[in-house]
């Protein structure tokens, strides 16, 4: 704990603020040159010298070991007495006190001591004439700017033949390094002249990358480790799972072999939270979740298959084109499959079919991309097929929020790192659009054209205000965003729980509601099946004669029934002959009294 101690002064005691102000320049002195004074002096003859080169420079960057510091204090509370005098007793030690008080040398060495005191407390107390007093209302005003983003850099692939960029990693030191998968997913649309390298760039500098990786079939996704920022792991084309050391060089440090890898290509692969950094896990659209060990990348520690039935068959497993882990819930992720299904797993699980917990119908198509929102880890947001969703764990029927479809296909999405309500979601057309729900549902707070081809790939960095977009002619694009969509609003957590736990009361109403109107459909269902059940076997019990009997019972009775409506029929039609005659025997009365009058 550290021990701090606070002087308080009036704010009077410090004399006048000082104010400083902008004035114009002020000639104060104009000394005239003295002709006399340059007599004394002997003027140097002018020397040119010519060079041809310069001198030879070099540059090296080394990675230290963190110094990691910390505050301690001792709270010194009774302590330095003598022998002779017990602390507990108050008589001794008033009387000590009191005896080394009268001694000279503690009279000097207090007055020596106040001197260095007086000038500490003098500088806690001392005013910051270069304090910035209005910072926060500064701060406030660039918050309040409209939404906007600006390009800082375009990394583009050197290559002829242009690829996709698939995955964006950053490095996790800082961010200084930008790490770039690139593949081509369209099927048979692959040259055999495509280069299979990925490359690690320097933010700074995009005209060249600072590594190129050789990995032996093209990368589709990599990721760093938050553990150690030279290494990271890669999943190739061909199904395997690679592993990079960048203090090696370009080559991979460890492959993993054909026969015990992936039958398709990785789709995603992530580092897990363990005590030696060194696990990953890694998914695939052959319906595959592999473990490794990157110690030892011969053949997987653990395995899972995506099989809703629960019984391990790959012929019927789902497969697995996005991938989600949080580390604060380290035994449950999350998987996207091409068939539109979330599944919710636990890696911990003892058999294999308790490992596949529950499934959400998501999307009419692949499920993209799957991330758990960093500050409220049970809603995670989907994207698939025209628009996105955010769904909550304990709502499986419907998500709880979620977008209008587009006019083209959203292709990656990710959360704010830094704001609970922003999250960022890409297009075919090269549009990023930045979301605020506590702005607005329907529309996204934020649309910017970034190129004319597609995007598909997107990651934010830790900070963020830089986001960075990969397209399918291999640019990498990095854009800044403002101050106000990559900063914490007042009260945006609380807003957020409470939006949360709203929608999702609602949906669970709303779910309670379709299954009660189930039940009572069912039970509809069920009733009149019994009783068409029970006139059958009515029916299938009575004897030919009793059948035949019954017939004739029902056809003298729709006899009867006709005969008496043909009866009622026959008496509304002499009663409305009666009305009809009495009306024409009224008008010719009228008529003829009608007609001496007009004579």
Request: negative net charge.
């Amino acid at each position: 704990m550290e021990i701090v101690h606070e002087y308080t002064k009036a704010r009077g005691d410090f004399g006048r603020q000082c104010l400083f102000s902008d004035q114009p320049a002020e000639l104060l002195a104009d000394v005239a040159p003295d002709s006399d004074l340059a007599l004394q002096f002997m003027t140097r003859s002018s020397r040119v010298q010519a060079l041809q080169c310069s001198q030879d420079m070099s540059e090296h960057q080394v990675n230290t070991e963190r110094f990691e510091s910390e505050s301690r204090g001792i709270n010194h509370v009774e302590g330095g007495w003598p022998k002779d005098i017990n602390p507990q007793d108050m008589e001794q030690t008033i009387r000590f006190r009191k005896k080394v008080e009268k001694d000279e040398s503690y009279l000097i060495s207090i007055m020596q001591l106040g001197d260095v005191i007086g000038h500490c407390v003098g500088q806690n107390t001392a005013v910051n004439i270069y304090q910035k007093y209005f910072e926060d209302e500064d701060l406030r005003d660039k918050i309040q700017e409209p939404p906007s983003a600006k390009t800082i850099n375009v990394f583009r692939d050197p290559n002829q033949v242009k690829r996709t960029v698939t995955c964006l990693s950053w490095h996790p030191d800082g961010g200084r390094k930008l790490a770039a998968a690139y593949s081509c997913l369209e099927f048979q649309k692959a040259s055999t002249d495509m280069s299979p390298d990925a490359y690690i760039w320097d933010i700074e500098n995009p005209n060249k990358p600072e590594l190129t990786l050789k990995p032996a079939s093209p990368l589709v996704c990599l990721d760093y480790n938050p553990k150690d920022s030279h290494t990271f792991v890669g999943g190739s084309y061909n199904g395997q799972i690679v592993f990079w050391d960048t203090r090696k060089g370009s080559q991979p440090t460890d492959v993993s072999s054909l026969e015990q890898s992936h039958r398709d290509p990785v789709y995603k692969t992530i580092w897990l939270q363990s005590k030696t950094g060194t696990e990953a896990f890694s998914a695939s659209t052959d319906g595959q979740i592999l473990w490794w060990d990157v110690r030892r990348l011969s053949e997987p520690t653990e395995q899972l298959i995506l099989d809703l039935g629960r019984e391990g068959n790959l012929d019927r497993a789902l497969g697995a084109i996005s991938l989600e882990f949080e580390s604060t819930m380290p035994t449950k992720f999350m998987v996207g499959t091409e068939q539109g299904i979330v599944v919710s797993c636990n890696r911990k699980a003892k058999t294999t079919s308790e490992k596949i917990v529950c499934s959400y119908d998501s999307h009419h198509g692949p499920v993209y991309a799957l991330q758990r929102n960093p500050f409220f880890p049970k809603n995670f947001l989907s994207v698939g097929d025209w628009r996105a969703r955010i769904w909550s764990e304990d709502i499986k029927e419907s998500s709880i929020m979620w977008t209008k479809y587009q006019m083209s296909f959203l292709t990656d999405a990710c959360w704010s790192p830094v704001r609970p309500a922003v999250f960022f979601t890409v297009k075919t057309e090269g549009v990023l659009d930045t979301w605020d729900v506590l702005f607005k549902q329907n529309d996204p707070t934020l649309s910017v054209k970034v190129c004319d081809e597609a995007l598909y790939s997107l990651r934010p960095h830790e900070s963020g205000r830089l986001v960075a977009c990969g397209s399918q002619q291999g640019a990498v694009t990095l854009l800044e965003i403002c101050l106000g969509l990559s900063s914490l609003q007042k009260n945006e957590k609380s807003l957020m729980a409470e939006m949360f736990e709203r929608e999702a009361k609602r949906e669970k109403i709303l779910e309670a509601r379709q299954k009660e109107l189930r039940l009572k459909e069912r039970s509809r269902s069920e009733q009149s099946r019994e009783d068409e059940a029970s006139r059958d076997a009515a029916e299938r019990e009575e004897t030919p004669e009793q059948l035949i009997a019954r017939a004739e019972q029902d056809f003298f009775s729709m006899v009867e029934a006709e005969k008496r409506r043909r009866k009622e029929r026959e008496q509304e039609k002499k009663q409305m002959g009666g009305r009809q005659k009495d009306c024409t025997s009224g008008a010719q009365l009228g008529v003829k009294r009608s007609h001496p009058k007009s004579l």
